[in-house]
């Protein structure tokens, strides 16, 4: 059974900086495009960043310039380093994976991040 964790959010003054985790664990072979996504309440599910597993990204552009994907491989974890955070980052943000040999997307349970003006 393949599992998605995140941690790391929580609440923070606009211009501060939060760093999520999204580890995965069970049983795969390995993993492809990892990605990070966020809802706002009355909002849809909008994709934040993503990174494949050689290491190409891509960005919403409102986060460009302030946020940073990476992945450890090793640790079948993916980050996401955000800066310069607005009160409009304000959301719950999910990580997902999508594994080889599967067609399953898997995603996380979510982590609230809070940004107050």
């Known amino acids: 059974q393949v599992q998605l964790v995140e941690s790391g959010g929580g609440l923070v003054q606009a211009g501060g900086s939060l760093r999520l985790s999204c580890a995965a664990s069970?049983?795969?072979?390995?993993?492809?495009?990892m990605g990070w996504y966020r809802q706002a309440p009355g909002n849809q599910r909008e994709l934040v960043a993503t990174?494949?597993?050689?290491?190409?990204?891509n960005y919403a552009d409102s986060v460009k310039g302030r946020f940073t994907i990476s992945r450890d491989n090793a640790k079948n974890t993916v980050y996401l380093q955000m800066n310069s955070l607005k009160p409009e980052d304000t959301a719950v943000y999910s990580c997902?994976?999508?594994?080889?040999?599967?067609?399953?997307?898997?995603w996380g349970q979510g982590t609230q991040v809070t940004v107050s003006s």
């Open positions: 997902n994976a999508r594994f080889i040999f599967t067609p399953q997307v898997y």
């Open positions: 069970g049983r795969f072979f390995g993993i492809n495009t």
């Open positions: 990174i494949t597993s050689g290491g190409s990204t």
